[in-house]
């Protein structure tokens, strides 16, 4: 079954910068709230939770074209009929205003202000693909008439992906900047702009290094620099000279970059978070170090952006630790598990939190060390980099099965201090099982001093939304009234909820879609509500 649309919405970096972990305060029991069910049905509509004002939810409604599925490249993640529907607090729509976007828009993206937010999108016409940004009022009315951001000419546009350019901004969102990067040679393309679209400048750069094979985690900080991961995708991509940190500074043409893999280890999928009340870039990855011998650790590398130096640890995972997983095979436990977030500290500490995925039957052919390689050789001319959509790392992602079974068993939070030196580390237990990828993995939020990780589980055979909390010193459970065996809504009614995709949208409030057979709900999620283990529609 295809998975759910992506699912943008409002960043939870209000968080970020907040103290962590502060002293708990007694809270009330949680409650679920669902929305009307959706006309369309899941497999056909786009929803993206934008923000909440005062006391209305905006959210953004498109829908596909083909009920049975995309015809083409530029039309896979094509979408029409642009709406934003405002919400109440009880999940009843107040109202709805269609915007006047083009019929078939793709690469949708929002960034939201305190009395505005912006809708970034993409449109083909002819062979001609724009990237575009409107500008909405939080009653759902556009203010003035879309900018063009960026524009290329495409040579043969059904080759292409129905997107190219990217769109990401600082933290203060004060620097928005708009990419694409090409291949055949790599070439990083970037327009730098201000929180009202006037343009900065704008920058052309051709990567002709191995280094430059495979780019990620773009990121840009409060200073308006682009800092982004270059690493070798081919078989050398293990070699230590091959993996990268690279910023491109605000103001010049040309990259500075600084080589952060120690020799010894191999490393895949490293995160970055950006500090930048300490002016720092935080890069996390499990490492190995011997690819036949399973996953040995957590490195970090902490890197000062003012004096342009960094600081490497490494994080050994204990035995006790691996029994504590309840794995099956010692040596080669971890190996199925993958970084889905970190979280900063207001003291410069951070957390980095896992999550172990498994396919039922296992591709063994295809792991951690190999299926990396197989997406970045696509025969495609761009690579689109997607902040909502590719911020988890999953090893079915390239996958065409169909036959298949996703689980998970645990999630693994480490907590560190702001020089990369572990604080604790804790396996905390996630029994998943579901044909829907998109219904594994969880959402951490943060509120009242706690971490609190949202996620569906089996009990009594049957699958609910259930949630832990972990406080300052890796204890678990501290909410007596949240346990993993007490289920937050009712799952009696066939509702299958997915946490991954869950928007916050205030302190301990989120709001994530789920689904009873193919109709398509709202669920609004409030861990501070009088006592109500109910749904409530």
């Given at each position: 079954m295809k998975p759910l649309p992506s699912y943008a919405g409002l960043p939870?970096?209000?968080?970020?910068?907040?103290?962590?972990?502060?002293?708990?305060?007694p809270l009330r029991a949680q409650s679920v709230t669902l929305s009307p069910p959706e006309k369309e049905t899941a497999n056909r509509l786009r929803i993206d939770v934008i923000a909440r004002h005062e006391d209305n939810i905006l959210v953004y409604k498109a829908t596909h074209p083909y009920a049975l599925g995309p015809i083409g490249p530029a039309a896979a993640h094509s979408y029409g009929n642009s709406t934003i529907c405002i919400y109440d607090t009880s999940m009843h729509a107040k109202a709805q205003k269609p915007l006047p976007l083009p019929r078939l828009v793709t690469g949708l993206q929002f960034l939201t202000y305190d009395n505005f937010f912006y809708i970034f999108y993409q449109y083909l016409h002819g062979r001609t693909l724009y990237a575009m940004a409107a500008k909405i009022a939080m009653d759902g009315s556009m203010i003035g008439s879309p900018v063009k951001m960026d524009s290329c000419t495409l040579g043969f546009p059904a080759a292409y992906p129905s997107e190219i350019?990217?769109?990401?901004?600082?933290?203060?969102?004060?620097?928005?900047?708009?990419?694409?990067?090409?291949?055949?040679?790599?070439?990083?393309?970037?327009?730098?702009?201000?929180?009202?679209?006037?343009?900065?400048?704008?920058?052309?750069?051709?990567?002709?290094?191995?280094?430059?094979?495979?780019?990620?985690?773009?990121?840009?900080?409060?200073?308006?620099?682009?800092?982004?991961?270059?690493?070798?995708?081919?078989?050398?991509?293990?070699?230590?000279?091959?993996?990268?940190?690279?910023?491109?500074?605000?103001?010049?043409?040309?990259?500075?970059?600084?080589?952060?893999?120690?020799?010894?280890?191999?490393?895949?999928?490293?995160?970055?978070?950006?500090?930048?009340?300490?002016?720092?870039?935080?890069?996390?990855?499990?490492?190995?170090?011997?690819?036949?011998?399973?996953?040995?650790?957590?490195?970090?590398?902490?890197?000062?952006?003012?004096?342009?130096?960094?600081?490497?640890?490494?994080?050994?995972?204990?035995?006790?630790?691996?029994?504590?997983?309840?794995?099956?095979?010692?040596?080669?436990?971890?190996?199925?598990?993958?970084?889905?977030?970190?979280h900063l500290r207001g003291d410069g500490g951070f957390t980095v939190e896992a999550q172990q995925l498994k396919s039922n039957p296992?591709?063994?052919?295809?792991?951690?060390?190999?299926?990396?390689?197989?997406?970045?050789?696509?025969?495609?001319?761009?690579?689109?980099?997607?902040?909502?959509?590719?911020?988890?790392?999953?090893?079915?992602?390239?996958?065409?099965?169909?036959?298949?079974?996703?689980?998970?068993?645990?999630?693994?939070?480490?907590?560190?201090?702001?020089?990369?030196?572990?604080?604790?580390?804790?396996?905390?237990?996630?029994?998943?099982?579901?044909?829907?990828?998109?219904?594994?993995?969880?959402k951490s939020v943060i509120t009242d001093g706690s971490l609190y990780l949202l996620f569906n589980t089996h009990i009594r055979k049957s699958t609910w939304l259930t949630a832990r909390t972990i406080d300052a010193h890796g204890t678990l459970d501290i909410d007596t009234r949240i346990r993993e065996d007490v289920p937050l809504g009712d799952g009696d009614k066939g509702y299958r909820y997915f946490p991954r995709l869950a928007i916050a949208v205030g302190a301990g409030e989120i709001i994530l879609p789920c689904r009873k057979a193919q109709t398509l709900y709202l669920a609004r999620v409030n861990l501070h509500a009088a006592p109500m283990l109910r749904v409530t529609e």
């Open positions: 939870i970096l209000i968080f970020l910068q907040l103290t962590l972990f502060l002293p708990a305060v350019f990217t769109v990401i901004y600082s933290e203060n969102k004060e620097h928005i900047v708009l990419f694409c990067v090409g291949r055949r040679p790599s070439r990083l393309h970037a327009l730098f702009f201000d929180r009202n679209l006037a343009p900065v400048r704008a920058t052309d750069i051709v990567l002709d290094t191995p280094s430059f094979e495979w780019l990620s985690e773009f990121h840009a900080d409060n200073d308006g620099n682009l800092v982004f991961i270059g690493m070798n995708s081919g078989d050398s991509r293990l070699d230590t000279y091959q993996s990268r940190l690279m910023v491109l500074p605000h103001d010049a043409d040309s990259i500075y970059s600084t080589y952060f893999m120690p020799k010894g280890i191999f490393i895949d999928d490293p995160h970055i978070l950006v500090d930048n009340l300490h002016r720092k870039y935080i890069l996390s990855s499990f490492y190995t170090k011997r690819l036949e011998a399973g996953i040995r650790g957590l490195f970090c590398y902490i890197h000062d952006a003012g004096s342009f130096t960094g600081r490497q640890t490494m994080t050994a995972l204990s035995d006790q630790l691996r029994r504590q997983a309840e794995e099956d095979d010692i040596p080669l436990s971890f190996s199925n598990y993958y970084i889905q977030d970190m296992d591709r063994g052919f295809f792991n951690r060390w190999s299926f990396i390689p197989r997406d970045q050789k696509r025969e495609r001319s761009f690579t689109r980099f997607d902040p909502y959509g590719s911020d988890h790392y999953y090893p079915w992602n390239f996958w065409s099965e169909t036959a298949l079974t996703f689980s998970s068993q645990s999630a693994l939070i480490s907590c560190f201090d702001s020089t990369g030196l572990v604080e604790w580390v804790n396996a905390v237990r996630m029994s998943q099982l579901d044909s829907l990828e998109t219904a594994l993995g969880f």
